[in-house]
C-alpha cells in the first residue's frame, strides 16, 4: 500500500477567510521538550459571513491543553479537536476572544518546521505553514494580525529571547531563575511572518540612519566565538538599505532589525518581519573560510531578505498561488542590487547561468509549472527555479517593455495602492497598466503558461534594396496538463552589427513589429521585421542581456559567432556567442564519443578561447566567465535525448585539454602574472582576478604533467584564502592528482572545527568524478563530521553528489540512484522537505538513455511504493513519474 496522495488545493478555489483575526497574543514558556504556548486571538466575523458559521483553524502535529472563550472554559460538545485541525462548532456573532494552549516539543521536531532548535538555539519556521505547529491559527497568508509576542525562559540557558517588531519590556520572573522578554509587532502580518528566537547567542552590534534620519539599531545574532564572522554580513545589510531606499524609496520601519543566524535550516534564509532567521552559511564569512561565491551569496541574501520587507511583509500575498508576487520581486530587487554594487554585465551572466541550468531543465520535465501555479499538493514544493528566477525575469520583462521611469512609477503606486494589504499578481499588473496606460492581458501570459518558448529567427539581407529582413516566430512547447499555449509578449534587445564591430544606427523604424529603442517585441506566433537603409550585411545580436526567458533557435554561421565573440558590444552577447561556440562542439563531441567513434574538438573553437584569453580590454571577471565551459549537466540538457553521460564528461574534458595544449603557455603566464595581492578583499574586482587565475590553473592541469601537478599543489599548499584553496583541492581530487588525499587530509586538519568549511570538503569528494566515488560518498556518510539530520551536509554531501556528478548519479549498474532513492526515504522519515528536494534531482529522468532511464525509473518507483512517504517526496515522485 502507498500513501496518499494529499488533495489538491487549487487557484480557483479561493475563497476568503470566513473569520478576521486582529490581534494574536502569545506567551510562549520556552522548554526543550514541552514548550507551552497561550495564544490569544481577537477574533470577529469576516464581512459576508453569516452568523454561527463554524471556525475551523489549522494545526499540525499539535496538542491541544486548554481552551477558552471570553475567557470562559469550553464545553467539550462546542470544540472539536484533532492534531491537525481545530474547529469551533458556533462562534458568537460578535468579536470574541479565544485562547489556545497547546504543547510542543522543540528537541524532537526534526522537520525543522514550527519551533525547532538547532544547536541548542530555540528558533522557528513558519513559512509556509510551519505557524500550525506552534499553535492553531488561520494559517493562511490574507490573515493579517498585530502580534504581542512574550517569551520566557531560564535565565542562563537562554539569556537572548528575539521576536518580531520591538522590544516592548522585559526583565526577570521573581525567584524563578527565568527571565521574560515582551515585543510588539505594530505591523499587521500573516503567520508565516511569525518568529521567535531564544538561546544564548552572541551580540554584533550596528546601527543605521535612515533617509528621514531614524536611527534603527541592526543586530546579527551568532554562536559565541562567531561574531568575527559577521562583518560582510553586517556591511551587505547597511548597503541594503541604503540602497532600497536610494532606488525604490523604501525606508525601513521598526526601531531593530535583527538577523539570526542558525546552523540547521531548511533553507537560505527567512523573512520574518524585523527577525530575519538565516542558515548561517549565508552570514558568516571570512577569508581562510568562505570563497568569493560565497561573500556574493551573503551579500544577495541579505539583500533578498531585507527587500522582502516591503516586497513580501509590508505587501504580502493573498494566498500561495501568488508566491512569485514577493518571490520574482524580490529576486529581481535583489539582483539589481548585486549588479549595483558588483559589475552589471558579470552578475547578469551569473544570473542566466543559473536560470539555464536549474529553471530551464524544470521548464523542460515533469515538474514543469506556471510562475503562478494554478494548483499544488504541497506548497513548499513551489519554492522553485520558475517561481524565484523565471519569476524576476517576467519583472525584468516588465521594466524592459515599459522602461525604467514608467516602471519605477507602477511600483511606487503598487507600494502606495496594496500597502498593508495581501494582493496577487493581477493587482500588481494593474499598477503598471495605470502608470503605463497599457494593456498588460497578454504579458501576464508569462504568468500562467509553463515551458520555455522558444523563438525561432532567421535573417536576410538584400543588397539589392538594401533591406534587411529577420524572419522571429515563438512557440511554447507542450507542457502535460496544460492548455495550448497562446503567443507570450516577447521583449528582443538587439543590435545589428556593422562590418567595422560597431552597432550600425537604425534610422527608420523597422516595419513589422512594435519596437521601442533597442527591444523589437514579438508578440504573435511569427513576425517579420525588415529594417531599410542598411548599407552592408549586419550581424544580428539579438536577445542582449537576455532580455527574456526564452530558448533561441538562431543559427547564425560560425563566422558570425565568431565575429560576436570578439565584437559584440553586448557583453552579455558576446559570452553567449563563446558559450554557443563551446556548446555546438561539445554536443558535436559528445554525439561521436556516444557512437564509440573518436572526434577532435574544432580549431576554430580553440583560437576563440585564445583570444578571449588574450584580449586585454576584457575585465578578468568576464574573461573567467567567457572561459567557463558549459556545465556537464548543461550539455545534456542540450543534447536533450538519448544522454550518456560518459560522452558527454568525455567530451568536455577533451574540450578542455585541447584548449589546454594549444594555450598552456598562456595559462601558465597569466598564472606567473596573476601575483597573489597583500591581503584579502572580497570586493569584486578581486575575485575576478582570483576567478581568471583560478580559470587559467584549471586549464593548465588538464595538461596532467609533473609540472601541472606540481603548481596546483603548490597553489594549494601556500593559497591564504579559501577561493584559492579550494579551486586547487577541487583540481586535485577532480583529476585525481597524485596528492589528492594528502590534500583532503590538510584540509581537514586545518578545518575540522568549522562546519561549513567541512561542507566544502564534502561537496568536493561528492563530485569527483570517477567509480570510487560512489563507495566514498556511503563512507562519507557514516564520517564523523557528517550529520544527517543537518540539512546543510546533505546538501553538501548528496545533494551536490546527485546533481553536480552526472555521471556517478547515473551510473549504469544503477548504484548512484540507488543511493539516493534510499537516502530519500531515510531522509524523509525525519526531514520532508530536505527529502523531497534531493528526490527533484530525478527530474530530467527521462532525457537519458534508454538503459539509464530505465534504472532510474525502477529507483523512483522504489521511493513511490513506501507506506508511509510524506506528502513532500509523494508529490514529487508522483509528478516525476507522471
Ligand atoms: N521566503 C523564504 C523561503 C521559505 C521557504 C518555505 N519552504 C526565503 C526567501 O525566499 O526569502
Ligand atoms: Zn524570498
Redesign the pocket.
Known amino acids: 500500500m502507498r500513501s496518499e496522495t494529499a488533495p489538491a488545493i487549487r487557484l480557483e478555489d479561493y475563497r476568503p477567510p470566513a473569520y478576521r483575526i486582529d490581534k494574536v497574543h502569545l506567551n510562549v514558556l520556552l522548554d526543550p521538550a514541552a514548550t507551552e504556548i497561550t495564544a490569544t486571538l481577537s477574533l470577529s466575523r469576516a464581512e459576508g459571513t453569516r452568523e454561527g458559521t463554524p471556525l475551523v483553524l489549522d494545526g499540525d502535529e499539535l496538542s491541544l491543553t486548554g481552551l477558552k472563550l471570553n475567557g470562559q472554559d469550553l464545553p467539550e460538545t462546542a470544540y472539536a479537536a484533532a492534531a491537525d485541525r481545530l474547529e469551533i462548532l458556533t462562534p458568537p456573532a460578535a468579536p470574541f476572544e479565544l485562547t489556545i494552549v497547546t504543547q510542543v516539543n522543540p528537541d524532537s521536531n526534526t522537520k525543522l518546521m514550527g519551533l525547532f532548535r538547532s544547536s541548542g538555539t530555540y528558533c522557528t519556521q513558519c ?2 505553514e510551519g505557524f500550525r505547529r506552534i499553535t492553531y491559527f488561520l494559517d493562511r497568508p490574507d490573515v493579517l494580525a498585530v502580534y504581542t509576542t512574550r517569551l520566557e525562559a531560564p535565565k542562563a540557558e537562554c539569556p537572548v529571547l528575539l521576536a518580531n517588531g520591538n522590544l516592548v519590556e522585559e526583565g526577570p520572573v521573581e525567584g524563578s531563575g527565568r527571565h521574560y522578554a515582551v515585543w510588539h509587532d505594530p505591523h499587521p502580518k500573516p503567520a508565516y511572518l511569525f518568529a521567535l528566537v531564544a538561546g544564548d547567542l552572541a551580540r554584533v552590534p550596528d546601527s543605521f540612519t535612515t533617509a528621514s534620519g531614524k536611527e534603527v539599531a541592526l543586530n546579527i545574532y551568532v554562536e559565541h566565538g562567531k561574531e568575527t564572522r559577521c562583518g560582510w554580513a553586517m556591511d551587505s545589510l547597511k548597503r541594503s538599505m541604503r540602497w532600497d531606499e536610494e532606488t525604490f524609496g523604501r525606508e525601513y520601519d521598526l526601531d531593530v532589525f535583527n538577523i539570526v543566524a542558525v546552523s540547521d535550516f ?6 520574518n518581519k524585523g527577525l530575519n532567521v538565516f542558515n548561517d552559511k549565508y552570514v558568516l564569512a571570512d577569508p581562510e573560510t568562505a570563497t568569493d561565491q560565497d561573500y556574493a551569496n551573503i551579500e544577495a541574501v541579505i539583500a ?2 531585507y527587500f ?1 520587507n516591503w516586497t513580501g511583509n509590508r505587501i504580502t500575498c493573498r494566498d500561495w498561488f501568488q508566491l512569485c508576487l514577493k ?1 520574482g520581486l524580490t529576486v529581481f530587487r535583489d539582483q539589481e542590487f548585486s549588479a549595483d554594487m558588483r559589475s552589471r554585465p558579470v552578475k547578469r551572466i551569473a544570473d542566466v547561468s543559473l536560470l539555464k541550468s536549474h529553471q530551464f531543465p524544470e521548464d523542460a520535465g515533469p515538474l514543469a509549472h506556471p510562475v503562478r501555479p494554478r494548483l499544488y499538493h504541497e506548497i ?1 514544493n513551489f ?1 522553485t527555479a520558475t517561481v524565484y528566477e523565471k519569476g524576476a525575469e517576467v519583472v525584468r520583462m516588465l521594466k524592459t517593455l515599459l522602461g525604467a521611469e514608467t516602471f519605477r512609477a507602477g511600483l511606487d503606486l503598487y507600494f502606495q495602492r496594496h500597502d498593508g494589504e495581501a494582493t496577487t499578481i493581477e493587482a500588481f499588473l494593474a499598477c503598471f497598466e495605470d502608470a503605463a496606460g497599457i494593456d498588460l492581458g497578454q504579458f501576464a501570459l508569462w504568468y500562467d503558461q509553463a515551458g520555455t518558448p522558444v523563438v525561432t529567427v532567421s535573417t536576410r539581407y538584400d543588397p539589392e534594396r538594401q533591406t534587411f529582413s529577420v524572419s522571429l516566430s515563438q512557440e511554447i512547447p507542450p507542457v502535460p496538463g496544460q492548455a495550448p499555449t497562446k503567443p507570450a509578449v516577447i521583449p528582443l534587445r538587439f543590435g545589428l552589427i556593422g562590418p567595422n564591430g560597431e552597432d550600425m544606427d537604425i534610422e527608420a523604424a523597422p516595419e513589422g513589429a512594435r519596437i521601442s529603442g533597442d527591444v523589437i517585441v514579438l508578440e504573435k506566433t511569427h513576425q517579420d521585421v525588415t529594417f531599410r537603409n542598411i548599407a552592408s550585411a549586419p550581424v544580428l545580436s539579438l536577445l542582449r542581456g537576455f532580455s527574456a526567458p526564452v530558448r533561441l533557435d538562431h543559427k547564425p554561421r560560425p563566422e558570425e559567432l565568431q565575429f560576436q565573440a570578439a565584437q559584440d558590444s553586448d557583453p552579455f552577447n558576446r559570452w553567449q556567442a563563446v558559450q554557443t561556440l563551446a556548446m555546438q562542439d561539445l554536443v558535436r563531441l559528445a554525439g561521436e564519443f556516444r557512437k564509440g567513434a573518436d572526434a577532435t574538438p574544432s580549431e576554430d573553437v580553440i583560437r576563440v578561447f585564445g583570444s578571449v584569453l588574450t584580449d586585454t580590454s576584457l575585465d578578468p571577471a568576464l574573461k573567467a566567465q567567457a572561459l567557463t565551459l558549459p556545465s556537464e549537466a548543461d550539455i545534456a540538457q542540450e543534447i536533450g535525448k538519448n544522454v550518456d553521460p560518459d560522452a558527454v564528461h568525455a567530451a568536455r574534458q577533451r574540450l578542455r585539454q585541447a584548449v589546454s595544449s594549444q594555450h598552456g603557455d598562456a595559462f601558465l603566464a597569466l598564472l606567473a602574472t596573476a601575483s597573489r595581492e597583500d591581503g584579502y578583499s572580497p570586493d569584486a574586482a578581486s575575485a575576478g582576478k582570483r576567478a581568471l587565475s583560478n580559470r587559467a590553473l584549471y586549464y593548465y592541469a588538464a595538461e596532467g604533467s609533473a609540472d601541472a601537478a606540481a603548481l596546483v599543489w603548490d597553489r594549494y599548499a601556500s593559497a591564504d584564502n579559501m577561493t584559492d584553496r579550494l579551486a586547487a583541492l577541487t583540481l586535485l581530487v577532480h583529476d585525481h592528482m597524485p596528492r589528492e588525499t594528502e590534500a583532503l587530509d590538510l584540509y581537514k586538519a586545518r578545518h575540522e572545527s568549522n562546519s561549513l568549511a567541512m561542507d566544502k570538503w564534502f561537496m568536493t569528494q561528492a563530485t569527483a568524478p570517477g567509480d570510487e566515488t560512489l563507495a566514498k560518498v556511503r563512507a562519507l556518510m557514516t564520517h564523523p563530521l557528517y550529520d544527517a539530520g543537518n540539512p546543510n551536509k546533505v546538501r553538501a554531501l548528496l545533494q551536490s553528489f546527485a546533481t553536480g556528478n552526472p555521471t556517478q548519479f547515473a551510473r549504469k549498474d544503477g548504484a548512484g540512484f540507488a543511493l539516493i532513492a534510499e537516502s530519500v526515504l531515510e531522509i524523509d522519515k525525519r526531514n520532508p ?1 530536505v527529502a523531497s528536494r534531493l528526490l527533484t534531482s530525478f527530474r530530467s529522468w527521462r532525457a537519458l538513455d534508454p538503459q539509464r532511464s530505465a534504472l532510474a525509473e525502477s529507483a523512483l518507483l522504489r521511493v513511490s511504493s513506501c507506506e508511509d512517504l510524506s506528502r513532500d517526496s509523494r508529490d514529487i515522485v508522483d509528478r516525476t513519474l507522471q
Do not use: F, V
Request: proline share 0%; aromatic share 6%.
Open positions: 513559512e509556509a531548511n533553507m537560505g534564509a527567512m523573512e533578498h531578505e522582502h518571490e513548499n519554492y522537505q
